[in-house]
């Protein structure tokens, strides 16, 4: 079993920032293929980001790129989400996910299915 705790939600303005933190326990970190999630209300859970095990490759949403940054310390057990000019439309609960299943350690998961460890979530409320 994986354990993954969100940290960092909370509120902020428009056009500001914030930095949400994933620690992971259970498994080998590095052996991890990681993504970050998100929800508003009324909708499904959709894809933000992902990185592979290693942390070599990264992909995003169209509607982050370019504003938010994934990034992953496998020293530390913990992955990062950096997100930058935040637009009301970013807020939603956002949830870290984990897969120890990938067989390719550059691979990155962007489906909500080939993830099998779910954090609780933390919210992000954007304020127009």
């Known amino acids: 079993q994986v354990q993954l705790v969100e940290s960092g939600g909370g509120l902020v303005q428009a056009g500001g920032s914030l930095r949400l933190s994933c620690t992971a326990s259970?498994?080998?970190?590095?052996?991890?293929?990681m993504g970050w999630f998100r929800q508003a209300p009324g909708k499904e859970r959709e894809f933000v980001a992902a990185?592979?095990?290693?942390?070599?490759?990264?992909d995003y949403a169209d509607s982050v790129k370019g504003r938010f940054t994934i990034s992953r310390d496998n020293a530390k057990n913990t992955l990062s989400l950096r997100m930058s000019s935040l637009q009301h439309e970013d807020t939603a609960v956002y949830y870290c996910?984990?897969?120890?299943?990938?067989?390719?350690?550059?691979?990155?998961?962007?489906?909500?299915?080939?993830?099998?460890?779910w954090g609780q979530g933390t919210q992000v409320t954007v304020s127009s």
């Open positions: 996910a984990a897969t120890d299943k990938v067989r390719n350690l550059r691979a990155v998961v962007r489906t909500t299915p080939e993830y099998d460890y």
């Open positions: 990185i592979s095990c290693l942390g070599g490759r990264t």
């Open positions: 259970g498994r080998t970190f590095s052996r991890l293929a």
